[in-house]
């Protein structure tokens, strides 16, 4: 089947008139900087270049072109970032920073807390963590108290083990307990920015070591809102995989008393750019009320022809003795830079407290066809 095109590739946030605003925007801090031979060494390759590599060019072709003295790129730099928008553009700045200031570690940890505002630095400040790990986490505890959420997030989104887009920290990885001080002091910050960071931070932890996150989670108060969301994003892989501690935390241990009647599947086959409508009864076999957690899972269709199931959060609820809830929910089908869709069945599961309770399928075709979905025994 022909694939319908992606969406306009993330790469395109370093385009050529990007870079010429780049261009411009330095001159108006610095007025001797040679826009002309920045521009010609971004310029070599950039087509075939994908995102990261685009970024780490603009640092390399400032690095090439502004004064050699570090302290004083670097002020330029400081200057430069207001006349920016503000966005994943701006990452080459901490970019800089991390290739070419390892060397001045408190000019260069003040700049990375200075430019996150504006895009993030949470790339950059792992570079530091790599070769100062004592020493830079020392620095970032202490933003994790900022008055800046920009600042008390970059706290702890530079210290996941296995941030996305970047190289694991193997010492994380094998021993999450030097970030209890930082997850710790935001388990009920106000911002959700910084929330969604501590609830992404501990999820990773959580592959690695259920036991530790449970352990931490488990002893912060329940009855305060904001570490009430974080636990409960915090805990979702667990939370899918049906582990009993997570349940528990979020009010919905042990298994689920209930079943799923009528599930249905519309439509039964489409075209890739569609979606899909699940709809389903939710039905109480206990004899007092339950917390529920309903998920669903797709099993997409790989490739190889494989296939490899997502799960998505439906809902989480308390489910009254005999109740019976119907549920909806919307799926579309379209392809992005981070998922390619491929034509075949499509299996679908509801799962309750991470138990599959019902399963249904659909098929993705190359024109879409109307029918009804087909609940599987």
């Not at 505002?117 to 950059?124: H, K, L, Q, R, V």
């Not at 935390?249 to 298994?255: D, F, N, Q, V, W």
């Not at 689920?256 to 699940?278: F, H, K, N, W, Y």
């Not at 799962?351 to 979905?373: M, R, T």
């Amino acid at each position: 089947m022909a694939q319908q095109d992606a969406a306009p590739a993330l790469k395109e946030i370093f385009n050529v008139a990007a870079l010429e605003e780049i261009a411009q925007a330095v001159q108006r801090v610095h007025p001797a900087f040679p826009a002309t031979r920045f521009l010609a060494l971004c310029a070599e390759g950039h087509a075939d270049m994908a995102l990261m590599a685009r970024l780490h060019r603009v640092s390399e072709a400032l690095h090439a072109t502004l004064p050699a003295d570090y302290l004083t790129a670097l002020d330029i730099l400081l200057r430069l970032v207001p006349h920016l928008k503000r966005g994943f553009l701006t990452l080459f700045l901490p970019d800089f920073v991390a290739r070419y200031g390892l060397h001045s570690f408190e000019p260069s940890m003040e700049a990375l807390k200075a430019f996150t505002p504006y895009g993030s630095s949470e790339f950059a400040v792992r570079a530091f963590l790599r070769q100062d790990f004592d020493r830079t986490l020392a620095v970032m505890q202490e933003w994790a108290g900022d008055d800046d959420p920009h600042v008390r997030r970059l706290a702890s989104e530079g210290s996941r083990p296995r941030l996305p887009w970047s190289f694991k920290l193997d010492r994380l990885v094998a021993d999450p307990a030097p970030v209890r001080p930082i997850l710790t002091a935001l388990n009920a910050d106000p911002s959700l920015y910084v929330r969604k960071s501590v609830a992404n931070h501990l999820n990773d932890i959580s592959k690695d070591h259920p036991g530790w996150a449970l352990d931490l989670i488990g002893a912060w108060p329940r009855d305060v809102p904001e570490t009430a969301w974080i636990t409960k994003h915090a805990l979702r892989s667990l939370i899918k995989a049906g582990d009993g501690r997570a349940l528990a935390l979020i009010g919905a241990g042990g298994p689920a008393q209930a079943r799923v009647a009528d599930l249905q599947i519309s439509p039964a086959a489409l075209a890739l750019g569609g979606e899909i409508t699940l709809s389903f009864a939710l039905i109480s076999d206990a004899a007092e009320a339950q917390r529920l957690v309903v998920d669903y899972a797709v099993h997409y269709v790989k490739k190889s022809g494989g296939s490899a199931a997502k799960v998505f959060k439906l809902k989480l609820l308390t489910l009254d003795p005999g109740a019976v809830l119907h549920l909806s929910q919307r799926r579309a089908l379209r392809n992005f830079t981070t998922r390619v869709h491929y034509p075949g069945r499509h299996r679908v599961d509801i799962l309750v407290n991470g138990a599959v309770l019902a399963s249904g399928a659909f098929d993705l075709l190359p024109e879409a066809s109307e029918g009804q979905g087909t609940a599987l025994p």
